[in-house]
C-alpha cells in the first residue's frame, strides 16, 4: 500500500526533524549531511563536445544527501536525498520503509512512502559462484563462524571509491549532473551500510563516459569485469589514487545476474566490480555495489545451512546483504558469517589501503561535529547525539567530558590513555611485529613488520608476508594446489598462450607463476603447457597482457628473492642488519627503522618512554621490570655487608 502526504521546501532542503505520517505510524527522521561523502582529491572526468578528455576537481561540491535515524526507535538507520524532493529509505525496527517523488520529482508535490516488501520485482543474484568461492575460499564449516575472543577492530577503516558510469546509463540518465547525482546517492546509501562494520566509503572520483565506452560492455558480466580492471591497470592506477573501482552499467546483464567481483581482491591490481542499474530506486543499485564490495572485501555468500552463519534480519525484512540473490526488499544489514569474513581479511598482513585515511582536513564541507570522523578543531567525534555511546566524548561539542584524556584509538581505555608498553596490536604472522602503546597517543602506533629478508616457513619476510610459490599458488588456485616443478621455469609463454620459448635467463624463478592442480579463478584465463610430462598452469592478469608474476619477494635462493622480475641477492634490501643501530632494545622493521621492546622510545631505542614525559635526562637504565629486582638485589647486599661490617666492629680485639 502507499501513503500520499505533502512534504514542504523547508524541510526537503534543510535537515530539521520533519514528521513522515504512514498508515498508523508517525515517523520524525533526524538528519544530517554526509560531508564526508566526497573526498578533498574528488575529480570528476568526462569528455567534451570536440571529443577531448576533461578531468575537474570541483572545490567546493555542496550536495543534498543526508544520513541518519529515526527518532525514539533505537538501532533505526536513515539515508535519504532532498535533490529533487525526497528519496531513499529508512529502518525502524523490522521494517524497511522506502520514500520517493510522485510528480516529476517536485520538491512540493506529492511522494510515495511505502515497505519494501510490497514491491514487486523479480528475484536478483549475484554472478559469483558458490562454486568459485569455494575454490578461494575453502569449504565452509560452522567453526569458521563462531564468535572470536576479539570484535572488528575498533579502528575506523576507509575504502577510497572511484566510480565509472557507461554511455548506457548516460543515456538513460540524459546529463552529467543527473549521473552525478544518481552516483552520490549510490555511495551515500553504501557508506550508511558500511558504518556498521566501522567502514566508511568516501567517493574520490567519477568517470562520466557520456559519448562512448572506454572498453567493451558486455552482457555476460565475466567479459565486462575482465575489460574493466584491465582499463584500471592501464589508465587509471597510475592516474588516480584509490582503492576499488567500481563500473554502473545501464546494460542488462544475462539473466537475473546484476553484479560480479573480484574475491578477496581489495589493495590489489583486481580491485574492482561491476554493476547492473537495475531499479528506479538507487537503493536497488546500492545494495548491490555493498554486495560485490563485500566480495572484495573477501566476504562469501551467506549460507543458512552453516551452523553459526546467520543473518539478524528475516528473509521478508529484507534478510542480508551477503545473500546470494534478493528481491523486491532490498538488504540492509551484514550477517554474522560476514562480519567473521571480514576480520579473517583485514587480518592479513597485505591489507594496508583501508588504514589509508583521506585527509580529514579536506573533506569537502570541512569539519563537521557529529559525523563520525575526528576533525580539525575536534578532540573527539562520536557521531549523533542520539547514537552517541561514548561517555568519554560530549557529542554535542566534540569535546572530550571533563577529566578524559581521550575517547577513542586502541590505546585509550576509560577514558585514559594506555601505559606505555601496553600491548596494542598482536603480531598476525611470523612475519609480524607486535606493536604497543607510546603512553602518549590514544592510537595505536602504525603496523610493523619484520625486517625484510627475515627467515620465515620456507622464504624470507617482506613488507610483513612471507612469500612463497606454495602459498601463492594456494591463494589463487585453490586449496590443494602445489607449486609446479622447477622445469616449467625453463620456458617462457608466448603473450597468446600459443606457445612456449625457452626462457632468456635459463631458470627463471621470478617470472611467470606456474602452477599445478586446483581449480582456475571463473572470472580468469589460464595457460597450460607440459614440460617433461609435467603440468605447468599460468593465471593470464585480469587487468591486462601478460600473466601471474611471482610475487616480489618470493625466495628464490640461498639469501636471494624475486625483485623486479630477477632473482637478487639481498643487498637489493639495502642494509640488513640495521637492528644493531637499536642499541640492544629493539629490532629493525620492514621501513628500516628501530621497532623498540616496550618501554623504550624510538628513534633508536636509547630513551625510555617515562624519562621524556616527565623531562628527566636520557637513562640508561632498565625498564621497570628489570630494575626493580636489580635494585632489589643491591639492597640486599647492602644489608648483607652491613651485618658483617658490625658483627666485625663487635669482636674482641684477640680476636681481630
Given at each position: 500500500?502507499?501513503?500520499?502526504?505533502?512534504?514542504?521546501?523547508?524541510?526537503?532542503?534543510?535537515?530539521?526533524?520533519?514528521?513522515?505520517?504512514?498508515?498508523?505510524?508517525?515517523?520524525?527522521?533526524?538528519?544530517?549531511?554526509?560531508?564526508?561523502?566526497?573526498?578533498?582529491?574528488?575529480?570528476?572526468?568526462?569528455?567534451?563536445?570536440?571529443?577531448?578528455?576533461?578531468?575537474?576537481?570541483?572545490?567546493?561540491?555542496?550536495?543534498?544527501?543526508?544520513?541518519?535515524?529515526?527518532?525514539?526507535?533505537?538501532?533505526?538507520?536513515?539515508?535519504?536525498?532532498?535533490?529533487?524532493?525526497?528519496?531513499?529509505?529508512?529502518?525502524?525496527?523490522?521494517?524497511?520503509?522506502?520514500?520517493?517523488?510522485?510528480?516529476?520529482?517536485?520538491?512540493?508535490?506529492?511522494?510515495?512512502?511505502?515497505?519494501?516488501?510490497?514491491?514487486?520485482?523479480?528475484?536478483?543474484?549475484?554472478?559469483?559462484?558458490?562454486?568459485?568461492?569455494?575454490?578461494?575460499?575453502?569449504?565452509?564449516?560452522?567453526?569458521?563462524?563462531?564468535?572470536?575472543?576479539?570484535?572488528?577492530?575498533?579502528?575506523?577503516?576507509?575504502?577510497?571509491?572511484?566510480?565509472?558510469?557507461?554511455?548506457?546509463?548516460?543515456?538513460?540518465?540524459?546529463?552529467?549532473?543527473?549521473?552525478?547525482?544518481?552516483?552520490?546517492?549510490?555511495?551515500?546509501?553504501?557508506?550508511?551500510?558500511?558504518?556498521?562494520?566501522?567502514?566508511?566509503?568516501?567517493?574520490?572520483?567519477?568517470?562520466?563516459?557520456?559519448?562512448?565506452?572506454?572498453?567493451?560492455?558486455?552482457?555476460?558480466?565475466?567479459?565486462?569485469?575482465?575489460?574493466?580492471?584491465?582499463?584500471?591497470?592501464?589508465?587509471?592506477?597510475?592516474?588516480?589514487?584509490h582503492d576499488n573501482v567500481q563500473l554502473i552499467t545501464g546494460v542488462d546483464f544475462t539473466g537475473n545476474t546484476v553484479g560480479l567481483a573480484?574475491?578477496?581482491?581489495?589493495?590489489?591490481?583486481?580491485?574492482?566490480?561491476?554493476?547492473?542499474?537495475?531499479?528506479?530506486?538507487?537503493?536497488?543499485?546500492?545494495?548491490?555495489?555493498?554486495?560485490?564490495?563485500?566480495?572484495?572485501?573477501?566476504?562469501?555468500?551467506?549460507?543458512?545451512?552453516?551452523?553459526?552463519?546467520?543473518?539478524?534480519?528475516?528473509?521478508?525484512?529484507?534478510?542480508?546483504?551477503?545473500?546470494?540473490?534478493?528481491?523486491?526488499?532490498?538488504?540492509?544489514?551484514?550477517?554474522?558469517?560476514?562480519?567473521?569474513?571480514?576480520?579473517?581479511?583485514?587480518?592479513?598482513?597485505?591489507?594496508?589501503?583501508?588504514?589509508?585515511?583521506?585527509?580529514?582536513?579536506?573533506?569537502?564541507?570541512?569539519?563537521?561535529?557529529?559525523?563520525?570522523?575526528?576533525?580539525?578543531?575536534?578532540?573527539?567525534?562520536?557521531?549523533?547525539?542520539?547514537?552517541?555511546?561514548?561517555?568519554?566524548?560530549?557529542?554535542?561539542?566534540?569535546?572530550?567530558?571533563?577529566?578524559?584524556e581521550c575517547a577513542h584509538g586502541t590505546c585509550c581505555h576509560e577514558c585514559r590513555?594506555?601505559?606505555?608498553?601496553?600491548?596494542?596490536?598482536?603480531?598476525?604472522?611470523?612475519?609480524?611485529?607486535?606493536?604497543?602503546?607510546?603512553?602518549?597517543?590514544?592510537?595505536?602506533?602504525?603496523?610493523?613488520?619484520?625486517?625484510?629478508?627475515?627467515?620465515?616457513?620456507?622464504?624470507?619476510?617482506?613488507?610483513?608476508?612471507?612469500?612463497?610459490?606454495?602459498?601463492?599458488?594456494?591463494?589463487?588456485?585453490?586449496?590443494?594446489?602445489?607449486?609446479?616443478?622447477?622445469?616449467?621455469?625453463?620456458?617462457?609463454?608466448?603473450?597468446?598462450?600459443?606457445?612456449?620459448?625457452?626462457?632468456?635467463?635459463?631458470?627463471?624463478?621470478?617470472?611467470?607463476?606456474?602452477?599445478?592442480?586446483?581449480?582456475?579463478?571463473?572470472?580468469?584465463?589460464?595457460?597450460?603447457?607440459?614440460?617433461?610430462?609435467?603440468?605447468?598452469?599460468?593465471?593470464?592478469?585480469?587487468?591486462?597482457?601478460?600473466?601471474?608474476?611471482?610475487?616480489?619477494?618470493?625466495?628464490?635462493?640461498?639469501?636471494?628473492?624475486?625483485?623486479?622480475?630477477?632473482?637478487?641477492?639481498?643487498?637489493?634490501?639495502?642494509?640488513?642488519?640495521?637492528?644493531?643501530?637499536?642499541?640492544?632494545?629493539?629490532?629493525?622493521?620492514?621501513?628500516?627503522?628501530?621497532?623498540?621492546?616496550?618501554?623504550?622510545?624510538?628513534?633508536?631505542?636509547?630513551?625510555?618512554?617515562?624519562?621524556?614525559?616527565?623531562?628527566?635526562?636520557?637513562?640508561?637504565?632498565?625498564?621497570?621490570?628489570?630494575?626493580?629486582?636489580?635494585?632489589?638485589?643491591?639492597?640486599?647486599?647492602?644489608?648483607?655487608?652491613?651485618?658483617?661490617?658490625?658483627?666485625?666492629?663487635?669482636?674482641?680485639?684477640?680476636?681481630?
Open positions: 500500500f502507499t501513503s500520499r502526504f505533502e512534504v514542504g521546501v523547508a524541510w526537503a532542503r534543510a535537515p530539521h526533524p520533519g514528521p513522515l505520517r504512514f498508515p498508523g505510524h508517525t515517523f520524525t527522521l533526524h538528519l544530517r549531511k554526509n560531508r564526508d561523502l566526497v573526498g578533498s582529491g574528488y575529480t570528476e572526468t568526462y569528455t567534451a563536445a570536440n571529443g577531448s578528455q576533461v578531468t575537474e576537481q570541483l572545490q567546493s561540491q555542496d550536495h543534498c544527501f543526508y544520513q541518519g535515524h529515526v527518532a525514539g526507535h533505537p538501532q533505526s538507520t536513515a539515508s535519504l536525498s532532498t535533490c529533487d524532493g525526497l528519496r531513499g529509505f529508512f529502518r525502524a525496527g523490522a521494517a524497511i520503509r522506502l520514500i520517493e517523488p510522485l510528480d516529476g520529482g517536485s520538491e512540493r508535490g506529492q511522494h510515495a512512502l511505502y515497505e519494501a516488501q510490497h514491491l514487486r520485482q523479480k528475484a536478483w543474484t549475484c554472478g559469483v559462484s558458490n562454486t568459485s568461492l569455494e575454490s578461494i575460499l575453502g569449504p565452509r564449516t560452522s567453526a569458521a563462524f563462531r564468535p572470536r575472543n576479539l570484535p572488528l577492530s575498533q579502528e575506523t577503516r576507509y575504502v577510497e571509491l572511484y566510480v565509472v558510469t557507461d554511455s548506457r546509463l548516460f543515456q538513460q540518465l540524459r546529463s552529467r549532473e543527473a549521473v552525478r547525482k544518481r552516483v552520490l546517492e549510490v555511495v551515500n546509501h553504501v557508506d550508511k551500510l558500511y558504518q556498521e562494520l566501522k567502514f566508511r566509503v568516501v567517493l574520490v572520483g567519477l568517470d562520466i563516459w557520456n559519448r562512448e565506452d572506454k572498453i567493451h560492455i558486455s552482457s555476460e558480466a565475466s567479459v565486462t569485469l575482465h575489460n574493466l580492471l584491465a582499463w584500471r591497470a592501464q589508465h587509471l592506477v597510475g592516474r588516480h589514487p573480484g574475491i578477496s581482491t581489495m589493495c590489489s591490481g583486481d580491485s574492482g566490480a561491476v554493476n547492473q542499474d537495475h531499479s528506479p530506486n538507487p537503493v536497488g543499485v546500492a545494495c548491490t555495489m555493498a554486495h560485490e564490495m563485500g566480495h572484495n572485501l573477501g566476504m562469501d555468500h551467506d549460507d543458512k545451512d552453516v551452523q553459526g552463519c546467520y543473518c539478524p534480519m528475516s528473509r521478508d525484512s529484507g534478510g542480508c546483504i551477503m545473500a546470494a540473490t534478493f528481491g523486491s526488499v532490498f538488504p540492509r544489514r551484514f550477517s554474522h558469517c560476514s562480519r567473521a569474513n571480514l576480520e579473517t581479511f583485514v587480518e592479513k598482513p597485505y591489507i594496508t589501503c583501508l588504514a589509508n585515511a583521506p585527509d580529514l582536513d579536506r573533506l569537502v564541507g570541512g569539519p563537521v561535529c557529529g559525523n563520525g570522523f575526528v576533525e580539525r578543531g575536534e578532540q573527539c567525534d562520536c557521531g549523533q547525539p542520539q547514537d552517541c555511546q561514548n561517555h568519554c566524548c560530549n557529542a554535542t561539542t566534540c569535546r572530550l567530558v571533563e577529566g578524559a590513555v594506555k601505559p606505555a608498553g601496553t600491548l596494542c596490536r598482536a603480531a598476525k604472522s611470523v612475519c609480524d611485529l607486535e606493536d604497543y602503546c607510546d603512553g602518549r597517543q590514544p592510537a595505536c602506533p602504525e603496523d610493523a613488520f619484520q625486517e625484510n629478508g627475515t627467515p620465515c616457513l620456507g622464504g624470507y619476510c617482506y613488507n610483513g608476508a612471507c612469500p612463497t610459490l606454495a602459498q601463492r599458488c594456494q591463494d589463487l588456485w585453490g586449496p590443494g594446489t602445489r607449486a609446479a616443478v622447477e622445469t616449467c621455469y625453463s620456458y617462457s609463454l608466448s603473450s597468446d598462450c600459443k606457445g612456449q620459448v625457452p626462457s632468456v635467463h635459463r631458470v627463471n624463478r621470478c617470472g611467470v607463476l606456474f602452477c599445478e592442480g586446483g581449480q582456475k579463478p571463473p572470472e580468469q584465463r589460464s595457460c597450460t603447457l607440459t614440460s617433461f610430462s609435467a603440468t605447468c598452469q599460468a593465471l593470464v592478469l585480469s587487468g591486462g597482457p601478460g600473466y601471474e608474476p611471482v610475487p616480489e619477494g618470493t625466495r628464490c635462493g640461498e639469501k636471494r628473492v624475486c625483485w623486479k622480475g630477477l632473482c637478487e641477492d639481498f643487498q637489493v634490501y639495502r642494509d640488513v642488519n640495521c637492528s644493531s643501530r637499536c642499541n640492544g632494545h629493539g629490532v629493525c622493521n620492514h621501513k628500516r627503522q628501530c621497532h623498540c621492546q616496550p618501554g623504550w622510545a624510538p628513534p633508536y631505542c636509547t630513551e625510555l618512554v617515562a624519562d621524556i614525559r616527565t623531562g628527566r635526562a636520557p637513562s640508561e637504565s632498565l625498564p621497570m621490570g628489570v630494575l626493580v629486582p636489580v635494585l632489589l638485589l643491591g639492597v640486599l647486599v647492602l644489608a648483607v655487608a652491613g651485618v658483617v661490617i658490625y658483627r666485625k666492629a663487635r669482636r674482641p680485639p684477640w680476636w681481630r
